[in-house]
């Protein structure tokens, strides 16, 4: 049972210069991953399983931006060492925010700002997880920043 979840066919494709370098650092000759594969269905589970762990855990521990964006709400996170920061925005009257998503909109007018932080209650990457398994996407960190800038402008 992976920690985080199994890589899909096409991201085991992505990573198959990763996947040959781990089998050989655990002396797995391509002749002895083919033999498995055919042989030992749960064996060969196992080391995808784990091997799955390593790419999502190395990926984890580069993200430090995800946000979540609805019809009506943008919010940020921003994954630090020891907590988490949120800051979003939403419509008080459920209006359509695309134009802030696009960047069209330099003021909050209209919305209501939301910020928030938490510690963590379980692992930093576990968390992350767990959110984008909840629907939050990998960001670079842009609306975030624009959004705090915003919120430091408007409570001014």
Known sequence: MPKYRLLTSEELDLFEKEFIDYLVVNTITADDWVKIKTTDKEK??????????????????????VKKINHDSIICFHFQAEHIIMIGIQSSDKRDISAYIKGEISDLSGVELLTSSKTYTKQRELELFDMISKGAVISDGQMYKKLML???????
């Open 44 to 65: 060969a589970s196992k080391i995808l399983s784990l091997f799955s762990d390593v790419i999502l855990e190395k990926v984890l521990r580069q993200t430090h931006y």
């Open 150 to 156: 915003l919120s430091a402008e408007n409570a001014q």
